[in-house]
């Protein structure tokens, strides 16, 4: 095998890797060696390959590759043109990556941010929902921004704040809107596991900001039950469920009972 189709096979590896965002530059590089006219021939022979390439464009996969290809000759125009063809369904991190090089190179710094923060946004994908922080608090104003109980003893109809963070959750890009969708569950449970309080359709976090949110806190409004007895510890168990990806997370935090 000659070293122009080991090349070839190997940015097509690239392509159907997982991690082709990573390999973007690879490829535009492997793709310069393979059209350069010192390695492989004249420059005409280059701009033939080029447009039958072009001409050949009919799946998304022969669009990305195009583009690729247009990209590392420096026909950013045409690139840009190939790749508005694939349906939003099919916009992946790669082709955000592809977007965020043309834009870059014709310094359109506006758009090259707002690609930029597509690939951020679903850089998530693959990584674990998680509860990061869970606490008692007597007023939340924002992300990070809270005050928290000086004890963990609450009486029974005590209205109480929980803040929580979450990370690591979907946000699925529709047109320009960023779609979030989160079910929220709380349990109270003695020390022994007995139950005391359960409502798995606590609260349901649905908005679609036009920028992807990286930071999200929740506000969980809970009054204390009436069956809490004084100097009993209880646990109570916060569940979040990602419905975008069904991911579901929990942790729980513990209070102890105390008089009015």
């Known amino acids: 095998m000659n070293a122009k189709k080991q090349l070839h ?3 097509i590896n690239m392509l159907n890797s997982n991690k082709i ?3 973007i530059y690879v490829i535009i590089f492997l793709l310069n060696i393979i059209l350069s ?14 447009k039958n390439l072009n001409n050949k464009t009919s799946t998304t996969a022969e669009k990305r590759l195009s583009a690729v290809a247009n990209i590392a000759l420096g026909e950013y125009g045409k690139a840009y043109f190939i790749l508005k063809k694939i349906p939003n369904k099919d916009r992946d991190p790669f082709v955000s990556a592809l977007f965020y090089e043309i834009y870059s190179k ?3 710094v506006e758009e090259a941010s707002k690609e930029l923060e597509n ?9 674990k929902l998680s509860l990061p922080k869970v606490i008692f608090c007597r007023k939340i104003m924002g992300f990070g921004m809270y005050h928290p109980f000086n004890t963990n003893h609450f009486y029974p109809g005590q209205l109480i704040l929980i803040y929580s963070e979450v990370d690591n959750f979907t946000r699925v890009k529709n047109n320009d809107l960023w779609e979030i ?7 109270i449970s003695t020390e022994l596991g007995e139950p005391l309080y359960r409502n798995d359709n606590f609260s349901n976090i649905q908005f679609k900001p036009k920028s992807p949110i990286r930071d999200l806190w929740l506000t969980s409004r809970l009054t204390i039950p009436k ?6 510890k209880y646990n109570l168990i916060i569940t979040v469920t990602d419905t975008a990806s069904a991911s579901v997370v929990s942790k729980a935090i513990s209070f102890i009972g105390a008089m009015e």
């Open 227 to 232: 069956t809490v007895q004084k100097g009993k």
């Open 21 to 23: 965002i990573f390999n």
């Open 9 to 11: 096979l190997i940015i």
């Open 181 to 187: 969708d989160l079910k929220v569950g709380i349990s």
């Open 37 to 50: 006219s010192a390695v492989f021939g004249a420059q005409t022979d280059l701009k033939e390959a080029l």
């Open 106 to 108: 014709l310094d359109m």
């Open 119 to 127: 690939i951020k946004a679903v850089a998530v994908k693959g990584k």
